[in-house]
């Protein structure tokens, strides 16, 4: 192992704030094929308790510290194998920390196709570059004169390829390639400019027609946003450095000149710098301001997957309605809007297709259909997609059941996000699942499913479809689905599964398995029956103690023979709940009903060499509440009635929303108008917010009030701060609320507004006989 390796914890321990010896060994466990969840979870006495955030930075850079470390030794090969590597340039080369830092150093040593300073050499005009840095009293162009060939046909020419000569050592040069780089990074500006004649095609980015900000502090949504701008050919962009400066005396050339020590007043310092500010302009700068964008970008990039991250996190942990039956609808016009109704554990009960829209117009036989569903299957839940006529299917779903006879509560209404439905119903999985089922039928079933539980249905869907992101498909698609895989997979084993009830998506996402054992333990359960106890997973083809170790904590197995199966409690520690329990007196179901009696315990009395005080504290946590679910409780927001479109919308205005979507400069919030609002990161609270997760997250229900609204460009201005008195006399006028969604609802046309009202005698009569019904 070499220096550089062995220095690697000690780096990554700076970073993420722990010990060297706690990076070290979470290396040994990860390199050992152990997840992060499971070092998490059970390897705290073994890291010294590093987190899942911690983990993920520590993997990240290890990669990242290795791809160093090996392109380090190649370069040493490199440059041993052609005889030029010296003490100093291998000193060098160990000291350094980046990857471009790296490359800088390597770039003399480089192949590279012919340039013109190796065809001036050729030409014999390596020594006339020697002789101008060597004597600077003398004239140039009287030392090129006795360098005219019959390859270099004039002084002119001579003093060119010395030029390139001299450029191309100045483009070479480590040590001022740095300087250089920190100089642009300090003093650099992003400056993007409107394509002279697309001001109007490309109106959508005016606001960075003339917009310049410095590159060090230049906001990753604003890069984005500028680089998608000139790729679509509506803007120019360039990094502007020492802009007021005169030419050749930017402090740019001036380091350049410095570099070759032209700071005499001979001809030959004069020419060197001419040299030098040429090299500037014409390689320097261009060579490092593509370097510098490069970095940009990965910055903005970097920034808008951590977002995409955390948003995809709070929804993938957003609250569960729980298992009751639920009945999904996809809204549509033409081609109607397609029913699924499920039981509490997801299973298909019923489907239907209803047309309530143009052309059919058929309202009331609709919403016949619907309370013949409702009344059938015990209907609690009902989900609306949030599509085209989310808004319209809405109101006829709440019409039909203000009118619903019976004393029993009326199903929950609620509007939950499209997005990524349509790619499940397109997919393998779908047609597997539900191989004769209408692709916009299953479309329905997973609208449904989402509300009962957002995890267990949206892992099988591609992350990067369901679409909670900023610029997702401007970024790097591979960093992007790694780092979202990563998420998925740990909020899938921070709430755990239920090993008899999960599907293969589901089971593939827990630590340790993967889709093969996934599909391997799904066929088990479907020839043996479900599992008795968790250790009959061993059983499973293909699934070794390895596997097991890794998986078994996650996977849960509610009013099992083992009690302790249906805990967060891995089966190694059993024998440390056992004591725990029999401490306390009383058997494991009945603790959760005193809890004090767990709390009394010294957690200390139940230590061993194996397991320490970070793991008897967790088991003692989990007995307390065994099984517990780290998501919130469910709730919904509400729409305000009659506010239905962007033009609905005042000034002053208070309304209640959804948190859909939270960048780093705000938080998108659907109040029920087909049009997402802005909460800029000022208007969210009344202090300074710098993060706006540290106050709201994907999934909230937060009161809005409105503050702008420009309908040509669809932008919605939005302020969480205390409402003014003018806000409060605009919630004593509004009328009574109905209820909420999430994002993305399209307007429907006038022209396929249902017609005729759904109340009245002959409707009610029409429910009441669907209702009792059998």
């Known amino acids: ?82 005889g030029k590597l010296t003490p100093e340039l291998e000193a060098s080369i160990a000291k350094v920390v980046t990857k471009a830092e790296l490359e800088d150093i390597y770039l003399p040593y480089k192949v590279k196709r012919r340039t013109k300073a190796m065809i001036a050499r050729e030409n014999g005009l390596g020594p006339l570059a020697e002789a101008i840095m060597a004597d600077r009293s003398k004239t140039p162009a009287e030392l090129a004169a006795g360098f005219v060939t019959e390859a270099v046909p004039d002084v002119k020419a001579a003093l060119e390829g010395a030029r390139d000569i001299v450029a191309e050592g100045l483009a070479e040069n480590a040590d001022l390639l740095g300087r250089l780089r920190s100089h642009m990074k300090s003093v650099g500006r992003v400056a993007a400019k409107v394509v002279e004649g697309k001001e109007a095609e490309g109106a959508k980015f005016s606001d960075y027609f003339a917009h310049s900000e410095d590159w060090s502090k230049a906001a990753g949504h604003r890069v984005l946003a500028m680089l998608r701008g000139r790729n679509e050919g509506f803007l120019t962009l360039d990094l502007e450095v020492d802009a007021d400066a005169a030419r050749g005396d930017s402090p740019a050339e001036r380091m350049a000149g410095a570099a070759l020590q032209a700071g005499g007043k001979g001809p030959g310092d004069q020419w060197l710098r001419e040299a030098a500010s040429w090299a500037w302009r014409v390689k320097l700068r261009t060579s490092l301001t593509l370097d510098l964008m490069g970095e940009l970008r990965e910055r903005a990039e970097a920034e808008a997957i951590q977002v995409f991250a955390r948003n995809l996190k709070d929804l993938l942990l957003a609250a569960p309605a729980g298992g009751k039956a639920t009945m999904g609808i996809d809204p549509g016009i033409r081609t109607g809007c397609k029913i699924a109704v499920v039981d509490g554990t997801g299973k298909l009960l019923a489907t239907s297709t209803i047309y309530p829209f ?41 019409d039909m059941l203000a009118v619903l006879p ?136 293909r699934l070794g103690p390895r596997a097991f170790e890794q998986a078994a904590g996650f996977l849960r197995i509610p009013d099992g023979k083992e009690p302790l199966d249906a805990s967060s409690v891995h089966p190694e520690a059993y024998d440390v709940a056992r004591r725990i329990v029999a401490a306390c007196g009383r058997d494991l179901r009945s603790l959760t ?7 009394a315990l010294d957690p200390s009395d139940f230590t061993d060499e194996r397991f320490g005080l970070p793991t008897v504290k967790d088991i003692l946590a989990e007995l307390e509440k065994p099984g517990r679910d780290p998501r919130p409780s469910f709730k919904t927001a509400t729409f305000t009635d009659g506010v239905e479109d962007i033009k609905d919308l005042k000034p002053g205005m208070m309304l209640e929303g959804t948190v859909t979507n939270v960048a780093a400069f705000g938080a998108f919030v659907d109040i029920g108008v087909h049009q997402d609002g802005l909460v800029h990161v000022s208007q969210l609270a009344d202090r300074f917010v710098k993060d706006p997760h540290e106050v709201v997250k994907a999934g909230d229900v937060v009161k809005v009030r409105v503050v702008e609204v420009d309908v040509p460009r669809k932008r919605i201005a939005l302020t969480m701060k205390k409402d003014s008195a003018e806000a409060r006399e605009a919630v004593a006028e509004r009328g009574p609320r109905g209820p909420a969604p999430q994002r993305g609802a399209k307007p429907l046309p006038k022209s396929a507004a249902p017609q005729g009202a759904s109340s009245g005698n002959a409707f009610s009569d029409a429910l009441r006989g669907a209702f009792k019904r059998d």
């Open 1 to 82: 192992m070499t220096d550089a390796l062995r220095r690697i914890p000690a780096l990554i321990a700076t970073e993420i704030a722990a010990r060297p010896d706690q990076v070290a060994a979470a290396i040994d466990l990860l390199d050992g094929g152990a997840t992060v969840p499971f070092v998490a979870r059970y390897r705290k006495e073994a890291t010294g308790g590093l987190d899942d955030t911690q983990l993920r930075t520590l993997s990240e850079r290890l990669a990242y510290l290795r791809e160093l470390e090996a392109r380090r030794v190649a370069i040493l090969g490199s440059i041993c194998d052609q």
């Open 406 to 541: 019976g004393d029993a509560p009326k199903p929950v209404k609620v509007i939950v996000s499209e997005a990524g439905a349509s790619v499940y119903s397109a997919s393998q999985l779908a047609a597997t699942e539900f191989p004769t089922l209408d692709v916009s039928l299953r479309g329905a079933v997973s609208i449904a499913r989402r509300l009962q539980d957002p995890l267990a249905e949206l892992v099988k869907i591609e992350p990067k479809s369901i679409g909670v992101g900023q610029y997702q498909h401007d970024v790097d698609q591979h960093r992007l689905g790694r780092s979202l895989e990563a998420v998925v997979e740990d909020a899938v084993n921070a709430v755990g599964v239920d090993l008899n009830t999960a599907s293969a998506p589901l089971l593939a996402r827990v630590s340790g398995v993967g889709p093969t054992l996934a599909e391997a333990i799904v066929a088990h359960r479907d020839s043996n029956g479900p599992f008795a106890k968790r250790r009959d997973l061993l059983k499973v083809a």
């Open 593 to 599: 009903a005193e809890p004090s009696r767990l709390r």
């Open 358 to 398: 143009q052309p059919k117009n058929d309202l009331r036989g609709a919403q016949v259909e619907m309370a013949q569903l409702i009344r059938k299957h015990g209907v609690a839940l009902i989900a609306i997609g949030n599509g085209t006529a989310s808004r319209e299917t809405e109101k006829m779903v709440s």
